[in-house]
């Protein structure tokens, strides 16, 4: 499972990193995605990124601001960042780290079957 971290309370315009590890006794390299879910709305995928790292998918509303990375083959390879700069308050939401196996990357929650607990981002105005 999944394990983020990296959350908190931030000012409008402020930079935040988030983290998430995910473990497999398998060994498998995973395609990895963020998503988040803020109250009263839909979980929505916020950037994606593929099993070597070297394609990336954002969300129009975080295009330019966030970055999505993977660490190298030589050390954990399913781990994961996201690096959040210009934080907006319509960025307050529970973000998700999530996994998916057998596929080099995908956009669709459903092909996501492992997913953390979140951690949570505030954004003050």
């Known amino acids: 499972q999944p394990v983020e971290s990296g959350g908190g309370l931030v000012q409008a315009g402020d930079s935040l990193r988030l983290s998430c590890v995910a473990d497999?006794?398998?060994?498998?390299?995973?395609?990895m995605a963020w998503f988040r879910q803020a109250p009263g709305m839909e979980r929505e995928l916020v950037a994606a990124?593929?099993?070597?790292?070297?394609?990336?998918?954002?969300?129009d509303a975080v295009k330019g601001r966030f970055t999505i990375s993977r660490t190298s083959r030589t050390r954990a390879f399913n781990t994961i960042y996201l690096q959040m700069s210009s934080l907006k308050p319509d960025d307050t939401a529970l973000y998700f780290c999530?996994?998916?196996?057998?596929?080099?990357?995908?956009?669709?929650?459903?092909?996501?079957?492992?997913w953390g607990r979140g951690t949570q981002v505030t954004v003050s105005s």
């Open positions: 990124i593929n099993v070597d790292g070297s394609t990336t998918y954002y969300a």
């Open positions: 497999d006794s398998t060994h498998e390299i995973f395609a």
């Open positions: 999530a996994a998916a196996r057998g596929t080099p990357m995908s956009i669709m929650s459903h092909d996501y079957k492992f």
